[in-house]
């Protein structure tokens, strides 16, 4: 079959407008039907509604008291008091009863003195109407209640049972037909054998559309056989207000989107300017929008959010809520391309009086990019990248007060950060902790700019065999840094059950048959090996896999279990995490570097704490290959 190519790198500014410019059409004539007013809060009136009773629509007393006739009260003062019998002159009222017929006022219980169970006395007279509330005074019969185009809000919904409208003309929910579509894919609740993923995305795009305000309709999972996915459109187009197709939007040989669309109504877009979400597709059948989503889930996200979301919205004749954004700075370079808008998620955290942006790229097949992530940047069209330091625009996806309360720990990956993370969290609701992996250096250097609150550090000094301290002196010597002792762990080589290649030193990762995954440069692990080559006189040139980089341990060993690398420097925890055996090489100190100002503040206090507490010390014990002994004490301060 001929491979197909992108028809189009349309910029996606452009491409919104000209998606909404044909859907204009379709969207002005909606279905409406009527509802139960009970039943109508979020929904959008498609006509205006007047009232069909007062409100009140009787005179009612507004006070507990007596109903009166006013012109007995006129000449009642303090010196010279009017007595009232009661059924004659008053009767008694509560708040909301009827007003008596005959009887035009009501004085205050408080303003009544009681002679006996027939009579009372008052000193003040009343006038007409005093706390009564008038017919109409909330609502008077056949005046506006509600305008079309409106959200119905729960004050809505009691202002209209109150006016005695019992049903009313809404605009019909949106109604989305999703279609997964790929051989590889199976439902979720599968266990997947090699080559197949669970099917997601389907129950992803359904929250987003009912988070949305609109109705999802999940089908099930369509092979890569053009014929079954023509009839299940074909099916959805006529259960549905819009179709999603999800994969089949790439260029690969068996993605089957565009030329269905094509062949089946209007292709009128495929392919964006944007990374992620380069293979969007947005075309018309039967005059109704059909928008082909890729099957990455980061890309899914942000092709439903540019098309899917402001679709529903105007369908559902609903302004899209305003999305807040907020200046941050950003904690290291980014590469961009010039063909492409570049979203990228980030974590967040205020650093003394500043926002810190550190993104987050994991590609667009990583949905725990979004999960992570407090907020995204966008890199313009024509810009190469941006660099650490600079300024830029994220839109927030978490509150202000939460990011603020947010403790900021860049550094050195271990799985012991995200159990701190999860403490915190869980024993101080206020405070989070964000956390970004770049390595030991890079910890340090982001503390030195001003990028964090706290950096996890495990940094072997080749001159003395020291960890950290020679590091810190380094490059923090111009401020006052606190080094906490966190933990020693246990390194190693992560190798798969039972050792097949009897890995059992450095000098065996030259051998022809021993492929290796390394960490990235800057990372403690990587300092680790590399002095250790050196002791033992290695050349890294010879270790086949030497250049192959992961950002954290779990990676390394993933890479092991799948068989992709023999072995790799790790830590215990994530060999036993995989299911992996562990050759160890050597004990290490893992601490957390914290500059000295940070001190005063809660949120890091509270982080220490965990530190130090007997829960966090039996968890990091569960993992393996931890001894927490010291946990949390303050063993350098320069």
Not at 269 to 295: D, E, M
Request: net charge negative; with cysteine.
């Amino acid at each position: 079959m001929e491979r197909k190519i992108y028809l189009e790198n349309t910029p996606l500014e452009k491409a919104i407008n000209m998606f909404f410019e044909k859907a204009e059409g379709y969207i002005k004539y909606r279905k409406t039907e009527k509802i139960n007013s009970q039943d109508s809060l979020g929904r959008m009136t498609a006509s205006p509604v007047f009232a069909h009773l007062s409100s009140p629509h009787f005179h009612a007393a507004a006070m507990d008291g007596i109903a009166v006739k006013a012109e007995k009260t006129f000449k009642a003062t303090e010196l010279n008091p009017v007595r009232l019998k009661k059924g004659v002159d008053y009767v008694e009222v509560d708040t909301g009863n009827p007003l008596p017929e005959g009887f035009n006022a009501v004085i205050m219980i408080e303003d009544v003195v009681s002679v006996d169970n027939e009579t009372v006395e008052i000193i003040q007279p009343a006038v007409p109407y005093q706390h009564v509330r008038p017919i109409g005074e909330d609502i008077v019969a056949t005046e506006l209640i509600l305008p079309t185009n409106h959200k119905i809000r729960p004050w809505d919904l009691a202002a209209l049972l109150a006016a005695g409208i019992d049903f009313l003309e809404v605009y019909k929910k949106v109604e989305v037909g999703i279609i997964p579509t790929g051989v590889e894919l199976v439902p979720a609740g599968t266990v997947p054998e090699i080559g197949q993923i669970i099917e997601f995305n389907s129950h992803f795009f359904a929250a987003l559309v009912k988070e949305w305000g609109g109705i999802p309709h999940s089908y099930d999972i369509v092979p890569d056989e053009y014929e079954v996915l023509k009839k299940t459109v074909e099916k959805a187009l006529s259960e549905n207000d819009f179709v999603i197709i999800n994969a089949g939007s790439s260029a690969g040989r068996k993605d089957y989107t565009s030329k269905l669309i094509s062949e089946m109504g209007e292709l009128l877009i495929h392919g964006i300017a944007t990374k992620p979400g380069k293979p969007a597709i947005l075309g018309f059948i039967q005059n109704k929008p059909v928008i082909g989503v890729p099957g990455y889930p980061v890309s899914a996200y942000f092709v439903m959010d540019f098309f899917v979301k402001p679709l529903i919205a105007k369908l559902n004749f609903q302004q899209l809520p305003y999305a807040k954004k907020i200046e941050a700075v950003i904690s290291r370079r980014v590469v961009s391309s010039l063909k492409s808008e570049d979203f990228i998620p980030v974590k967040l955290g205020k650093v003394k009086e500043k926002i810190v942006a550190t993104p987050i790229n994991k590609g667009a097949g990583v949905i725990m990019s979004l999960v992570r992530a407090d907020g995204v940047m966008c890199i313009p069209q024509h810009i190469e990248g941006i660099e650490a330091g600079e300024k830029i625009k994220v839109e927030l996806w978490k509150s202000l007060e939460s990011i603020e309360n947010t403790v900021v720990c860049i550094g050195s990956h271990d799985p012991l950060i995200d159990i701190i993370g999860d403490l915190l969290s869980s024993h101080y609701s206020l405070f989070s902790l964000s956390s970004a992996h770049v390595g030991s250096m890079g910890g340090i250097m982001a503390l030195k700019r001003g990028e964090c609150h706290a950096a996890g550090i495990h940094l072997l000094d080749a001159e003395t065999g020291q960890y950290n301290i020679p590091y810190i002196k380094r490059y923090l010597k111009d401020n006052e840094v606190l080094l906490f002792h966190l933990v020693e762990r246990i390194q190693g080589f992560l190798v798969q059950k039972g050792n097949p290649l009897n890995i059992k030193n450095f000098a065996d990762l030259i051998r022809p048959e021993v492929t290796f995954i390394n960490r990235q440069k800057g990372s403690g692990t990587r300092l680790l090996l590399d002095y250790k080559l050196k002791e033992s006189g290695i050349d890294s040139k010879k270790i086949i896999g030497y250049n192959r980089e992961e950002f954290t341990h779990l990676a390394v060993a993933a890479e092991v279990k799948a068989g992709s690398a023999a072995t790799g420097l790790g830590i215990m925890s994530a060999a036993k995490a995989m299911g992996l055996d562990f050759v160890p090489v050597c004990s290490e100190h893992y601490d957390i570097a914290i500059l000295k100002e940070y001190m005063n503040l809660e949120s890091v206090k509270a982080f220490i704490e965990i530190i130090r507490s007997r829960e966090f010390k039996e968890k990091a014990e569960g993992l393996g290959g931890y001894n927490t002994e010291k946990a949390g004490i303050l063993y350098y301060e320069g």
